[in-house]
């Protein structure tokens, strides 16, 4: 069986859409593999460190505001030698604190620009697929899962799909997506993408 992808989500509340989106595109991901998405908690929620120091993949999508815990889930991954990849959302007018938080992040790395959910779940999907394809023996991967993830991921460059920023289904929480050979075994269903016309 083949190790679960944990993605580790840094996003405020008011990032809402683009969290929903990022929590359902790890589904799009080809081959045999399950993720465990981990999300930023809301409110009081508990702060998951263990997964922040051991994410496969931790991105930092930032918008308007920064909020916590996003500064601290930062700058724990920073001290866990696992620095997250950073997005920052152009189209947007920020508050004296995001703007703060930007330029602080400046000083140890780049910010990775977008402006729409579908650019967003376009540049996160090829990073989990690089991360993926540069670890396939240890995700058990085989010749045919790595061909077709390649292809996958180069046609995600040239073909963007664009998302619904509307549809909310609770994605924007922390979850457990199963590969589909272990949904039907353990007695899941198995929910096919609906393709618009």
Do not use: C
Not at 78 to 84: D, E, K, N
Request: no cysteine; proline share 4%; hydrophobic share 45%.
């Amino acid at each position: 069986m083949s190790k679960a992808v944990l993605f580790y989500i840094s996003a405020a509340s008011d990032l809402e859409t683009e969290r929903e989106i990022l929590g359902r595109a790890v589904a799009d991901v080809p081959g045999d593999l399950d993720f465990r998405v981990v999300q930023s908690p809301d409110g009081n929620g508990v702060l998951d460190v263990d997964a922040i120091a051991s994410a496969d993949v931790h991105i930092v999508v930032m918008g308007s505001d920064i909020r916590a815990p996003v500064g601290l889930e930062w700058q724990l991954a920073r001290q866990s030698g696992r620095p997250p990849v950073v997005f920052l959302r152009h189209d947007t007018l920020r508050t004296p604190a995001g703007l703060n938080f930007v330029r602080f992040v400046a000083q140890f790395q780049m910010w990775e620009p977008f402006d729409s959910g579908t650019m967003l779940r376009t540049k996160v999907l090829k990073l989990l697929a690089d991360r993926i394809l540069a670890q396939a023996v240890r995700y058990g991967l085989t010749a045919d899962e790595i061909v077709r993830l390649h292809v996958w991921r180069n046609a995600l460059a040239t073909s963007p799909q664009a998302v619904d920023e509307v549809t909310r289904g609770g994605a924007g929480e922390s979850s457990i997506v199963l590969s589909r050979r272990r949904i039907v075994t353990a007695g899941g269903v198995v929910i096919e993408e609906v393709r618009g016309s």
